[in-house]
């Protein structure tokens, strides 16, 4: 990408969508240059990739695992800051480009006024069931690893996001 700035595509479902700021911040952090071509939706993206229209893609790993166990697409890399059950053998791009981390977060929300004794009984109860060996089964069978946390934790990571996905949208824009 380095050697060949402008020149590299990208497939990405629509502009703000996951995995079109993926690529926008491997760009931000690698300091490269990759175009990142829009379709309807990760299905069509997916096709232009495996047709050759685009030369990648950053994608969950449940559009295009099928793909990556048929041969027609090779992994590699995930976006976790570490290496993914999902898609094991396969490296994180932060092993090679540290700090890089994207992770879609599904998270359980109150009202603001919730009383923090049903709040912490109701994270108890979450977390003790995604801590199941037979729920993380099924969430692993259709794409996601599941992470318990504490509500802490959870606004940490939303307010980190804020900030860092601002930056990101804030430069991607200009």
């Given at each position: 990408?380095?050697?060949?700035p402008?020149?590299?595509?990208?497939?990405?479902?629509?502009?703000?969508?996951?995995?079109?700021?993926?690529?926008?911040?491997?760009?931000?952090?690698?300091?490269?240059?990759?175009?990142?071509?829009?379709y309807?939706?990760?299905?069509?993206?997916?096709?232009?990739?495996?047709?050759?229209?685009?030369?990648?893609?950053?994608?969950?790993?449940a559009?295009?695992?099928?793909?990556?166990?048929?041969?027609?697409?090779?992994?590699?890399?995930?976006?976790?800051?570490?290496?993914?059950?999902?898609l094991p053998?396969?490296?994180?791009?932060?092993?090679t480009?540290?700090g890089?981390?994207?992770?879609t977060?599904?998270?359980?929300?109150?009202?603001?006024?919730?009383?923090?004794?049903?709040?912490?009984?109701l994270?108890?109860?979450?977390?003790?069931?995604?801590?199941?060996?037979?729920?993380?089964e099924?969430?692993?069978?259709?794409?996601?690893e599941?992470?318990?946390?504490?509500?802490?934790?959870?606004a940490?990571?939303?307010?980190?996001d804020?900030?860092?996905?601002?930056?990101?949208?804030?430069?991607?824009?200009?």
């Amino acid at each position: 990408a380095k050697a060949r700035p402008g020149e590299l595509n990208y497939a990405a479902a629509e502009p703000g969508s996951a995995n079109q700021l993926t690529g926008e911040l491997l760009k931000a952090m690698a300091g490269v240059n990759i175009v990142a071509i829009t379709y309807k939706g990760a299905g069509p993206g997916v096709i232009a990739l495996m047709g050759g229209q685009v030369q990648l893609m950053f994608s969950s790993a449940a559009s295009v695992t099928p793909h990556i166990k048929s041969g027609r697409l090779r992994a590699l890399a995930v976006s976790s800051a570490m290496p993914s059950a999902l898609l094991p053998g396969v490296p994180a791009v932060a092993a090679t480009l540290p700090g890089y981390e994207f992770v879609t977060t599904y998270a359980i929300f109150a009202p603001a006024r919730t009383p923090a004794a049903i709040i912490s009984r109701l994270n108890r109860e979450v977390v003790r069931a995604l801590d199941q060996a037979d729920v993380k089964e099924k969430f692993l069978n259709v794409g996601v690893e599941t992470v318990g946390s504490s509500p802490e934790q959870l606004a940490a990571t939303v307010e980190s996001d804020m900030v860092k996905w601002g930056k990101i949208i804030g430069s991607s824009a200009r």
